[in-house]
Every structure is written in structure tokens, then in C-alpha cells.
């Protein structure tokens, strides 16, 4: 058996410039950090830069080798490296440090509709999303009746994009993305598109692909997917390969390590910030309150729930805003809370603690986990972030009457009035 | 059976297939090329009669201004046509560099999502605006007839010119293309020096007014070199070509493309990491 992918002590570094909001450096903010360094060191002496610089390793180690013909999920958190491993290997970034070696011919698909144009028509994006992705005209013309068809826009070739859809969109752009012919195919979370009928004609294209012996790298969030289309998984955590084997055993480590993190009264003191978060104002600690106001780790399906934070201010602010998230299984956010929203803004002095707790009304979440994500901020500005500081599950069993859905009906739980004319 | 390609993947591995890879993209280069055009005149009215319209009321304003108001000589040939010559390679310099500076950055998206050789972003930039000129061409032809000006042999020159004139706007516009990923002061500069540019080369006067001291300083400029070629290829004027200068622009435009591909080059990977 021939290796297709060898990945040796790949390592990736980013460097963080804090305290600026966009991403992007203007000339002028280089020129003025090194005329401050260079003042620095005229006067001789060091003061805190305003401007500081972080190493951040969003891959760190990697180690693994891809047999020819494997089918190998990807999983891990966000922020767990997988986007950066997957560009590394599509070639878009270079990495920091170590080397890969790739046999065959590489084609990725990390995302859907690249360099579509909407003022172009249906034909004419298939043309050119073929060329981006890599394909030669001949061979777009070969199998474009194929993707015109897996698509199912016949009637629409001739419109421009924009007239499309969103579903037709990005059926289209999958389609184009699916006939692919690559010894290598990347992809990474494309298959979460369109409705439940393309997803499955998706996943069909990709059992096909991966049965007609070609390497398939597929990063995604949802685990069963990755079950059904992939042999062995590699498991990522915080820039390092932390499990690689079989999907089954990997998915049940991956599920065991999310649980942790549900202590009842989650101590947040001493979780590790980027960027001079929590350094003005910080997240003490957090927990789940169930109906009778008790911290815990499990609702019952339909039962109120609070969300109380301990915080603490290093120095005086006021009009603090306070904003809670809750992301499900799949980390998609199902909602999100807002102080500000409510017209709530938090003074505080020097050292001061204080206990905040919020109950989201009319929000029942629908059985299963769920991750609750924290942010502080003072007029748009953040001051404290923790992303999934901790989990809790809720329960299938009714709090109330009121039995709980099938887990086909959508991610949000809605009560609604129905009203009957009789004619 | 086909031999499997083999990739190595390294930190600051240089790519040893990299021109060859350019070629193997040449496809996407014409795509993308025909993208721009496509997507530049759908949805307008006039289509792509824009591109003969624009140059053509500059050539009109100029005429007006200039050449009647301020009455500046124009070496003895009709001023309209004299501007005419070297509006056109000038609007060219001018929409193939600063389109080539901001299209890095104008595709931000594809950049950070599939692999390919970045130059064919630039590069089919300045493919449209060759296409553009080649259109606005037209106003020459026609200026020309109009007035009964017959192009001699020189007028077989013209490749060159607009050989050098692409070779500068490339260069340059490589320069600015990396440097904006990095620092986006430079899209500020972009419409400054293709606005200012138009009034420090010959455009709407000889370069012959310059003092002839002078006159190779000037010529640092690649434009004059250009615009001059331009002029004495199509342009029966009474002025010859000053063949220091036209040297002058070969150098400093080839200086410009080396250095700005080598820029580029050494850049580019970094591109889907800060863009």
C-alpha cells in the first residue's frame, strides 16, 4: 500500500497583533510601533506596548500518514486546527515548520462556490469554478451535462446567479465541486448544505468517490456523517493530533472530552485568554441553573434556564455588556443573549465582584448538548471572551406535559397557534 | 498508467514547478480574464461601448482645455490626435496598474480558499485592460481617417511599445498588489498616482517642452519613454524620437516587472495568511 499523504512535525504559527479591530495593517500602524520601539529604547526603558505581538500555534507537531485509497475524517472543536491543517495541505498557506509529502493529485473543496460571480450565469460560474478548482475546459465540457444534472438547474443555465435561490446556488456549486476527479479530494464541511434531499444525493457522490479508490481528507462537525463516510478519523485538539483510528473509538473519545467542562459551578478564573482578554474585566466562573434556581448540568426538556456568572472588574469600568451564546452539538449557535439588547449595562469599580444571572425567556432548547459561550464588551470593544466554557445536556424527558419533538423537526423548538376557518 | 505526481509541502520551500504551474493555470488566467470583461459591461447600458467612451471625451476635454484654451503646441500635427496617441496608452498604463494593484485584495475570497499562482490574479487584471485598449483602439483608427493621417512603416514599432507600457503597469502594479494584502494605505495611493501620473507624462503636451537637460530625468518616468514611442510610431510629427529616453523607459520598466514579480513571488505565500 502506497502512502498518499505523509505528514511530518507540521507546524503552523500565526502571529496576533492585538488591540486592533481589523485584520489587516495599515503602513501606518507599522511605521508607528516602530517609531514607539525605537523611542523605547532611545529613553531605555521598557513600558508595556500598545500594540503587542502573540505567537499563537494553531497547528503544532502533526504527525500522521494517509494510505492511498483511505477515507479519513477529521474532527476536533473549533479553533482545533483543522481549517489550517486542511489549507496547508490544499497549499494555500505554508507551513511554519515540517514537511508533507503528497503522491497523486491534490483537489480540495473547502469551501462551496469559490469565485462564483453572481452577475454570471449558471453556465458560465460552471466554467469558472471548474477552472478555479482546478479543472481544464475539456474536461469541465465532459462533465458538465453531470453536474448540470446532480444539480438539477437545467431550466435556470442561462440566468444569472443572483436570480437563484440560495438552495439552487449552492446545489449548483457543490455540483461543480462533487465532479471533481482528483487522486486527493479535501473537503471540508461542504456537505452541510441544502435541504435534506441534496444531502443525502451528497453524501451518495461522496461514498461513491471514496469507493472508486481515491483519498478522501473530510473535516466536519457532524459526527455521524463522518461515522458513516470514513473508516478512520484523526481527532485535533488545540493545534495537536490527540487520536487517530478507528471513527467509532475516536468519535466516543471526542464526545468524552467535550462532556468534561461540566462541573456544576465552573471555575473560568484561571482559563487561559488571547489577546488581553479578561485583563480588565474577567469571567470568574459560570453555571446552569435549572428551574428551582440550582446550578447543574442537565435540564429537563421544556424547563427554564438561567445562566449565572461570577465577574470580576481589575480596575473601574462601567457600561459593561454582558452576552451569552448557546451553540448545540453541531456548534451552530442556536441563540444568543444580550444585555445591552435588554437595555442592561454593568458599572464597575476597582476589585469589585459581582454575580449576574440571566433566564432567557420563551427558550426552550430541544434535547441535547449544548455549549455556552461568554463575551464581555464596553461600547463594541471586548473585554473578556471564553468560547464553550461549558456544557450541559437537556434531557428528553418533559419538565411539563409537553413531550419533546422528533429530531427531524429543526434545531429550534417552536409552540405555535393554529387557527382552522371551516368553509 | 499515469506516473503520480509527487508534492513536498516545507516552510519557505521555494517552488521548483512554479512556472510550470503558471502554465498549467493558463486556463484559469483566460477564465478569469473573461470573467472581468464579462462582469465589467453586463448590466450597463451601453456595454462595452464604455470602453471607446471614456477615453474619448478625455481626448475631448483635453482638446478643449489644452489645446484651444491654453493653446499648447502640439508638433504640428492636429492637437485632438496628438492627445489622442497618448491618452490611449496612458488610460492603458493607468486602469491595467491600478486594476492590477487592487485585485489581490479584490479576490481576497479565492485567495484563502483554493491554491493556484497568485500572478494570475494581477495578471489577467492587466489583461483586461489590454482588451480595453485594444477596443478604445478604435479612436485612433478613426481620428486618423478623419483627419488623412497615414501611418508609415514606423507604426509597426507599436508592439513594442505597448509591450513596454505593459511591462511597467505589471511591474508596478505587482508592487502594489503584494503591498496592499499587507498595508491597505496603498489603495489610497493607487488613484493618486494614476491621477497624477496623467499630468507629469507627456499626455497633454510634448515632451520636447522639457529642457534638455532635463530631459533624461524625465525620461526615468517609463510613460515618457512610452507616450513618446506612441507618438513617433503612429505620428508623422515634426519632433524625432529621443532615444535616451525610450532606452531610459526599457530599463526602468524592465527593473519594475523583475523586481515587482520577485516581490510578488516572495510574498505571495503569506497572502492567504493576512488577507
Known sequence: MTIAIRVEGVSKRYVLQHQQRERYTTFRDSFASAARRLGKRAIGKATHDSVTEEEFWALRDMDFKIDQGERVGIIGRNGAGKSTLLKILSHITEPTEGRITITGKVASLLEVGTGFHPELTGRENIFLNGAILGMARAEIQ?????????????????????????????RLAFAVGANLDPEILIVDEVLA????????????????????????????????????????????????????????????????????GTADRHGLSDVRRIGGMGERFRFTGCSVLNAQGMATNRLLFGEPISIRLDTVANEDIDE?????????????????????????????????????????????????????????????QPLDQLSQALSFDVDSVPWQEVQPPSETSGIVQVFAEWVGTDG | MRQAQETIIEAGRTE?????????????FLFLTWRDILVRYKQTVLGVAWAILRPLFTIL??????????????????????????????????????????????????????????????????????????LSATIVVGLMAWYGVLPGWRALTLPVFVLLILASAMGAGLWFAALNVRYRDFRYVVPFVAQLGLYISPVGFGSSLIPEKWRLLYSVNPMVGGIDGFRWALLDSSQPLYWPGVQMAFVTSSLLLVTGVAFFRRTEKSFADII
Request: aromatic share 12%; proline share 4%; glycine share 8%.
Open chain 1, 142 to 170: 465532459r462533465k458538465f451535462d453531470e453536474i448540470v444534472d446532480f444539480a438539477g438547474v437545467e431550466r435556470f443555465l442561462d440566468t444569472p446567479v443572483k436570480r437563484y435561490s440560495s438552495g439552487m446556488y449552492v
Open chain 2, 16 to 28: 521548483r514547478h512554479y512556472w510550470r504551474d503558471l502554465w498549467r493555470y493558463h486556463e484559469l
Open chain 2, 61 to 134: 476635454i483635453f482638446s478643449v482645455v489644452f489645446g484651444r484654451l491654453a493653446n499648447l503646441p502640439s508638433d504640428g500635427v492636429p492637437y485632438a490626435l496628438f492627445v489622442a496617441v497618448a491618452i490611449l496608452p496612458w488610460q492603458f498604463f493607468a486602469s491595467a496598474f491600478s486594476d492590477a494593484s487592487n485585485s489581490v485584495i479584490g479576490n481576497a475570497g479565492m485567495i484563502s480558499k483554493v491554491y493556484f499562482p497568485r500572478l494570475i490574479i494581477p495578471a489577467s487584471s492587466v489583461m483586461v485592460a489590454l482588451v480595453d485598449f485594444a
Open chain 1, 320 to 380: 459593561v455588556s454582558v452576552a451569552v451564546g448557546f451553540d448545540n452539538y453541531a456548534e451552530v449557535r442556536v441563540a444568543t443573549v444580550l444585555s445591552e439588547e435588554s437595555g442592561v449595562l454593568y458599572d464597575y469599580s476597582a476589585k469589585q465582584t459581582r454575580e449576574i444571572t440571566t433566564r432567557p425567556q420563551h427558550f426552550v432548547l430541544k434535547p441535547g448538548r449544548y455549549f455556552v459561550t461568554l463575551g464581555a464588551r464596553r461600547q463594541g
Open chain 1, 193 to 260: 448544505v441544502g435541504d435534506a434531499e441534496f444531502q443525502r444525493k451528497c453524501m451518495g457522490k461522496m461514498e461513491e468517490v471514496g469507493s472508486s479508490g481515491r483519498t478522501v481528507l473530510f473535516v466536519s462537525h457532524n459526527l455521524p456523517t463522518v461515522l458513516r463516510l470514513c473508516p478512520r478519523t484523526l481527532l485535533l485538539e488545540g493545534g495537536r493530533l490527540i487520536g487517530s483510528g478507528e471513527s467509532s473509538r475516536i468519535i466516543q473519545t471526542y464526545l468524552a472530552a467535550k462532556a468534561l
